[in-house]
T-cell receptor, first 109, second 114 residues
């Protein structure tokens, strides 16, 4: 079983829709949970960082962590064409970090 | 504040050659990590350096090596290149090891091995 699983997509949604991106993980030792956004030909950019179960909101973005289910989500409200990118989840424990393979998201104008 | 810079941005090499990639971290960041990104395997951790010492190493063969200088700049080297080494190599810097919330990535070096 892989340590982290993420649907590669692509996921296409109309502009203005709510987007839901998800990852599941197998090791309950992970302590920190992150979401990165990566545009084509760019490095990943940290969007959200959290270390507890529950929700964390930042503007149009909400990160949700459910440690009991080993499930993390990123919600994007009022999606914009500029949100079109690959989104990677990442989990860390101690000094080890594991990335999901990323979900390609297309927001259709 | 300048971001993480990586040179060169693109590189073409042939099998058996070696390559050296360079990374300059954000000013004040002392931890530098290297990652390999491929469509098949995604983003995989190579190694992390702090205070000129390698702190962590991912599951890569010994052909992959790195070092960090006293000014926190880092280089990674891949010897005896294989076709499978074709990838985007990303460098990321953070204030201290383990502080992913302060981690910033560079644009990467795209390596093609022919």
């Amino acid at each position: 079983q892989k340590e982290v699983e993420q649907d590669p997509g692509p996921l296409s949604v109309p502009e203005g829709a709510i987007v839901s991106l998800n990852c599941t993980y197998s090791n309950s030792a992970f302590q920190y949970f992150m979401w990165y956004r990566q545009y084509s030909r760019k490095g990943p950019e940290l969007l959200m960082y959290t270390y507890s179960s529950g929700n964390k909101e930042d503007g149009r973005f909400t990160a949700q962590v459910d440690k009991s289910s080993k499930y993390i989500s990123l919600f994007i409200r009022d999606s914009q064409p500029s949100d079109s990118a690959t989104y990677l989840c990442a989990l860390s424990r101690d000094d080890k970090i594991i990335f999901g393979k990323g979900t390609r998201l297309h927001i259709l104008p | 504040k300048a971001g993480v810079t990586q040179t060169p941005r693109y590189l073409i090499k042939t099998r058996g050659q070696q390559v050296t990639l360079s990374c300059s971290p954000i000013s004040g960041h002392r931890s530098v990590s290297w990652y390999q990104q491929t469509p098949g395997q995604g983003l995989q951790f190579l190694f992390e350096y702090f205070s000129e010492t390698q702190r962590n190493k991912g599951n890569f063969p010994g052909r992959f090596s790195g070092r960090q200088f006293s000014n926190s700049r880092s280089e990674m080297n891949v010897s005896t290149l294989e076709l499978g080494d074709s990838a985007l190599y990303l460098c990321a810097s953070s204030l201290r090891p383990g502080q992913q919330e302060t981690q910033y990535f560079g644009p990467g070096t795209r390596l093609l091995v022919l």
